[in-house]
């Protein structure tokens, strides 16, 4: 492929990260990641099919990009829970995507299932090693310690409002709420 | 307002609910709530305004139906989130229709505000009672306790493929996890 096509994938993909986390799928407007990567319409067919599989795309490798940025580690679930807060705190689109796909696209990504499958069997390690509590089962707790990471993105806007009259926005605080939460969630009974 | 005009509204309603908790507010069709509802499109707009209108009625009237189904005792926090999952179990268009308008309509409403306060209100109270943890603030816990109750209505596709892979899908277990969940989440430290 000539180096051309190349930089204009990239900017197609970056445009596209965007374009879905702002929007989602079915809110987004292929004309305008277009417009914004100074590229044709067209080019977005080419190169990555319909609208449907550019989001597939990005989302696969925006949880790629998770995954290897932050690896589990299950005998010390908050400190894992503390760095992928951190790390969505840097890239924020993340979140926005995994949620929007999770609505919108309800279909596993195979790279994903590897990733989750290693991290649930490390929980399930961690639980024989007395490390983890045992009364819930390791991929519940996956998704738990996701769900209390992501809680204050998740949580209404009618309660942030509620924060948001106290005049800050505590984000160090959240973070040591977030790892003290999952303490308490994972600790052996 | 003539009686055939309440039933049509009531119709329109139902039909917007189904349509939003299904599509999202870009991805919903005016055109098709009016046809689900037989109904025309010029009365949604006479009856509820635009779009986003319909969608800020539709998502206050469902978190206020939610608000009225169940109540926090702020003193038992894994029974109310028992109840707040099984109300959910029951009525599933609600925390989709939660998790759109968390990512599409950042603005709170002003009901569900006051209901957030009352809850809030009720967590501090238990903090001051030592009945739940107090390094957390209450404002997170209610936050985190909601997360945790839709936290397999969050969970991945991916994460989803390894227990459809276990061939079933137990609701009875995912209960007992929450709970527990919750109570270890908020047990004073």
Known sequence: MPPDATE??????TAAVEEF???GL???RVDRIAENASANKRSIYMHFGTKEELFDRVVAD???ELAQAVSIDAGHLPDYAGALFDRLRQRPHITRLYLWAGLERQQPIDAEVREYRRNVTAIEAAQDAGRVRTDIPAVELMAMVIALVISWDTASWSLKALQAGTGH???DDRRAAVTAAVAGLVHPR
Chains 1, 2 share one sequence.
């Open 8 to 13: 204009t994938k990239r900017r197609l993909l």
């Open 21 to 23: 986390a702002t929007h």
């Open 26 to 28: 079915a809110g987004a």
């Open 62 to 64: 925006s949880m790629s």
């Open 169 to 171: 926005d505590p984000v």
